[in-house]
């Protein structure tokens, strides 16, 4: 959103080569030449392994991300439902990742955008970004995504943008939609309030909308682990 389509997402390490030596015999390996059935059920056992047990444990969304479980502002309690990492499309660097927060964490996809619960968006940046810089994607952002009714929000988003600072890695920038406003917030400080029903709508879809990019959006509905985009 802030600087540009494209995008990669981390994902886990492959299954070792070598399984661990079976008593009393040599290593097992997972390609042998002469046995294709070896493989294959090598294979299997292994990833059966991977995601049992204290593996399955270690595979979690916040284990994979900057972001933390839960988000609370407002009275209201958040969990972390998915994420995308996404990367300048020429340069192929990681700039941030954005969180989807939801009251409901297991809410269908097709049900997201529509839901009544409050929702967060939340910018954890890898690179330092100017404050022009964020405030131009800022209003871009909401010109190109809001539908209606978008002289006051986009009014109110230039006065916003005004009073962005400098983000530097590591910093966050959340996004908290509730039914009749947005509240901005940088590192948990309160930033600035956009306000009006149409305000939630148009974050909405510069992150979920037709707009938006595809991979972040298709990230953000789809899996809750992220993967990696070949």
Same mark, same amino acid.
């Given at each position: 959103m802030?600087?540009?389509?494209?995008?990669?997402?981390l994902?886990?390490?492959p299954?070792?080569?070598?399984?661990?030596?079976?008593?009393?015999? *040599?290593?097992?390996?997972?390609?042998?030449r002469n046995s294709?059935?070896?493989?294959?059920?090598?294979?299997?056992l292994a990833?059966?392994?991977?995601l049992?047990g &204290?593996?399955a444990?270690d595979i979690? /969304?916040?284990?994979?991300t900057?972001?933390?479980?839960?988000?609370?502002h407002?009275?209201?309690?958040l969990?972390? !439902?998915? +994420? &995308?990492?996404?990367?300048?499309?020429i340069?192929k @660097? $990681?700039?941030?990742?954005?969180?989807?927060?939801?009251?409901t964490?297991?809410?269908?996809? $097709?049900?997201i955008?529509?839901?009544? *619960?409050v929702?967060?968006?939340v910018f954890?940046?890898?690179r330092? @970004?100017?404050?022009?810089k964020?405030?131009?994607?800022?209003?871009h952002d909401?010109?190109?995504?809001?539908?209606?009714?978008?002289r006051?929000?986009?009014?109110q988003?230039?006065?916003l943008?005004?009073s962005m600072? $400098?983000?530097? +890695? &590591?910093?966050?920038?959340?996004y908290?939609?509730?039914?009749?406003? @947005? $509240? @901005?917030?940088?590192d948990? %400080?309160f930033l600035?309030?956009?306000i009006? %029903?149409?305000?939630p709508?148009?974050?909405?879809?510069?992150f /979920?909308?037709p707009?938006?990019?595809?991979?972040?959006?298709d990230?953000?509905?789809?899996?809750?682990?992220?993967? %990696? !985009? *070949?």
């Amino acid at each position: 959103m802030l600087v540009g389509p494209g995008g990669a997402i981390l994902d886990l390490e492959p299954a070792p080569d070598v399984l661990p030596t079976p008593c009393g015999g *040599q290593a097992g390996s997972l390609y042998d030449r002469n046995s294709t059935l070896k493989r294959g059920l090598f294979g299997w056992l292994a990833a059966i392994w991977l995601l049992s047990g &204290s593996a399955a444990a270690d595979i979690t /969304l916040e284990s994979r991300t900057p972001f933390a479980h839960g988000l609370s502002h407002g009275g209201s309690d958040l969990v972390l !439902r998915s +994420a &995308s990492l996404k990367e300048a499309t020429i340069l192929k @660097v $990681d700039v941030y990742w954005v969180g989807l927060y939801l009251e409901t964490a297991d809410t269908p996809p $097709d049900s997201i955008i529509e839901s009544v *619960q409050v929702k967060a968006f939340v910018f954890h940046f890898l690179r330092d @970004v100017k404050s022009e810089k964020l405030g131009e994607a800022w209003i871009h952002d909401l010109t190109a995504a809001c539908e209606s009714n978008c002289r006051s929000v986009i009014a109110q988003g230039r006065i916003l943008a005004r009073s962005m600072p $400098d983000v530097y +890695a &590591s910093q966050k920038i959340a996004y908290v939609l509730f039914a009749d406003r @947005v $509240d @901005v917030l940088i590192d948990g %400080e309160f930033l600035g309030t956009l306000i009006g %029903e149409n305000a939630p709508r148009a974050i909405l879809a510069t992150f /979920l909308g037709p707009q938006a990019p595809s991979d972040m959006r298709d990230d953000l509905f789809g899996t809750l682990i992220p993967r %990696e !985009r *070949q």
